[in-house]
């Protein structure tokens, strides 16, 4: 089959964490990278090329925040232990523990960036969906396919990145606060990565119920791609705050488990 490409100018996301902010905006995605997904070592193995999409991104994203929570909270036990039964108990009010500053730097939570692409780069098919010589299939049905490029992607190729709406204490004090929905509903984008994996689920069905329900397709935050901008990304009070990072990441790894499990979707 002859060789699929996309053009100049196409837009394809990439799921990550924001741990990872830093290094992709000094050195760039690498020409190959670990697949994320939920099955895998902690360590996976390079694959061919970098692992582009839509909903897809959101997949990638689900999964790398969710082996990192996973990882932070068996490496940090007790002392999570303490912050959960904390929350539990002072509901609404954040706790002091000053213990929780070295590992909150470490907790990571979901971001999607926005690339375009600045030449013509051939796509690989995901071999999830499809045969692997199948690459237009893949990418013009499942939006999904490995993006090969000798070089990677550079940072100024990357626009945008997306993240979920940040909560501080204030807003978990009610499910139906409308800061708190809208993080549920950033969630729910992750949900349907996740769909389109286990069930197969088309993506172009999945994100029209999306827009149509909220009249959008992407995290309800964005912002762009820069120093100046991370910088006031990682200076947010629901970044800066080591417990109040903290509650973000547990909310968020809560209402994915719950939507997970409405799917009866495994997550670990």
């Not at 780069?121 to 396919?145: M, N, P």
């Amino acid at each position: 089959m002859s060789e699929f490409k996309l053009a100049a100018g196409s837009h394809v996301k990439y799921g990550c964490i924001s741990t990872d902010l830093y290094p992709i905006l000094r050195q760039g995605l690498a020409a190959d990278m670990p697949r994320q997904g939920f099955d895998q070592p902690a360590e996976p193995a390079p694959e061919r090329g970098i692992m582009v999409g839509e909903l897809m991104a959101y997949f990638a994203a689900c999964a790398a925040f969710c082996k990192a929570t996973s990882t932070l909270h068996q490496n940090n036990e007790q002392v999570m232990g303490s912050f959960v039964n904390a929350l539990q108990n002072q509901h609404g009010e954040k706790p002091q523990m000053p213990e929780l500053e070295n590992i909150a730097v470490t907790a990571g939570l979901p971001v999607i960036l926005e690339i375009e692409l600045a030449e013509d780069c051939v796509i690989e098919a995901d071999s999830q969906f499809t045969d692997t010589s199948e690459a237009e299939k893949s990418w013009k049905l499942w939006r999904s396919g490995a993006l090969l490029r000798e070089g990677g992607i550079p940072a100024s190729w990357i626009k945008k990145f997306y993240f979920p709406r940040l909560l501080d204490y204030r807003d978990a004090t009610s499910s139906k606060n409308p800061r708190t929905l809208e993080q549920t509903t950033d969630c729910a984008l992750m949900v349907g990565g996740l769909m389109q994996v286990w069930h197969k689920d088309t993506p172009a069905d999945l994100l029209h119920a999306f827009r149509k329900q909220y009249g959008r397709i992407n995290f309800s935050q964005h912002s762009n791609f820069d120093d100046t901008a991370l910088e006031r990304f990682f200076n947010l009070n629901s970044m800066l705050d080591p417990a109040t990072r903290l509650l973000n990441q547990m909310t968020i790894w809560q209402d994915i488990d719950a939507l997970a499990k409405k799917q009866q979707i495994p997550l670990m």
